[in-house]
């Protein structure tokens, strides 16, 4: 059984709390866009498709708890709401794609005679809303197959491989199964994952406190390794394929990722190792055409001072807390999308109509 990092049922809302694990796994109500926001802004729930799933379901609580009268004042409140949902964390662009697929829709049934008032208006967006839940743990189930495929296809081998893996991308940064981690975990359900390596991923340690505790919990053979031990250990053992999660492709390839994903690529590529970035259609931001027009998230010095509440720097020490870097396309060999995996240089072409039939 996958860890479920989001519990939607009869219009209630409730999170695990990213923050508390692997101490403690304890669900949180989130009652509306301000409880989405803060639990988004604070990490309680994050990794980029999870923000857009429960920012737009916290939209939806809302909605529920709240009558309108007015199918205008409903489209307005719905924008205004979004945007500032948006805010919350501006890296990853998976809760803008849903924001922008949101507001279409509600101007879209706002001038739709056939939608006789506000209340049906309300139930036909918070259905819109619900399917992008269930849309997220099918791509992601396609994801891992396609992932699983081109992985062994491309690293030429009949046997088992060994993985690589940063961050966390699995059950609990998606509505469940995860993306890089999911190919993972379809690798290993095959029969074909050998062992999986995940970084701890400093400062926040995503990889120690998440991506650990579901390759435990799922008995998947793995070992942690120290961010800084990954060329050491592409140098001693044979890795077949780094596979990383994605905050934000652009139209070129470039992909925004948690911070370190750039200095595992490069060390990849010295090593002559695949480097994969597996993310669904709604991380690609085809309006951003390269790496240098992605806005990069800079988090708090505690973040890094502190280590469950614990301080570790000297204090007085400025810090730099970038959240991600981006890696150039030319390090990746292929992003694997739940329809196929694509060279960085086929990206726009291919998926342009793909998402014009979305
Ligand atoms: C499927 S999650 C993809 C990315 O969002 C993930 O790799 C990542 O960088 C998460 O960063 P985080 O800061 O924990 O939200």
């Not at 290993?188 to 505790?213: D, S």
């Not at 053992?237 to 911070?259: E, L, P, S």
Request: proline letters at 4%; glycine letters at 8%.
């Amino acid at each position: 059984m996958t860890l479920q990092a989001i519990k939607w049922a009869g219009g209630r809302l409730e999170i695990l709390d990213q923050l508390l694990l692997p101490h403690e796994s304890k669900y949180i109500p989130v009652n509306g866009v301000e409880d989405g926001w803060k639990a988004i802004n604070a990490m309680q729930v994050r990794g980029a498709p999870a923000i857009a799933i429960v920012g737009s379901l916290s939209l939806a609580v809302e909605l529920l708890g709240t009558t309108f009268n007015d199918k205008t004042v409903l489209r307005q409140d719905v924008e205004g709401k979004l945007n500032y949902l948006c805010s919350a964390r501006p890296t990853a662009v998976n809760m803008k794609i849903a924001a922008e697929e949101l507001t279409l829709e509600a101007n879209r049934l706002s001038s739709d005679d056939s939608i006789s008032d506000a209340e049906e208006m309300k139930k036909q967006l918070c259905l819109k809303i619900e399917a992008m839940l269930e849309k997220d743990l099918n791509d992601n189930r396609n994801i891992g197959e396609f992932g699983a495929l081109s992985f062994l296809t491309r690293a030429g081998v009949n046997g088992k491989v060994r993985v690589l893996t940063h961050c966390n991308t699995g059950s609990l940064a998606t509505a469940g199964y995860g993306t890089a981690l999911g190919v993972i975990r379809s690798l290993f359900h095959q029969g074909k994952l050998e062992h999986a390596y995940c970084t701890e991923t400093r400062p926040y340690n995503q990889g120690a406190r998440l991506t650990a505790y579901e390759l435990v919990h799922e008995r998947i053979p793995s070992t942690m390794v120290c961010d800084s031990a990954v060329s050491a250990l592409m140098k001693s053992t044979t890795i077949h394929g780094v596979v990383v999660g994605a905050d934000r492709i652009a139209a070129n390839g470039d992909t925004a990722n948690k911070i370190g994903t750039y200095q595992i690529a490069v060390v990849a590529k010295h090593h002559g190792v695949p480097f994969y970035v597996a993310a669904p259609l709604t991380s690609i931001d085809l309006d951003t055409p390269n790496g240098d027009r992605i806005v990069i998230e800079e988090r708090p010095a505690v973040e890094m001072t502190h280590v469950g509440g614990q301080q570790i720097a000297a204090s007085g020490i400025h810090c730099w807390n970038p959240a991600f870097d981006v890696t150039p396309a030319e390090l990746i060999t292929a992003i694997i999308t739940e329809h196929g995996a694509f060279t960085p240089g086929e990206l726009a072409d291919k998926i342009t109509p793909l998402k014009k039939s979305l």
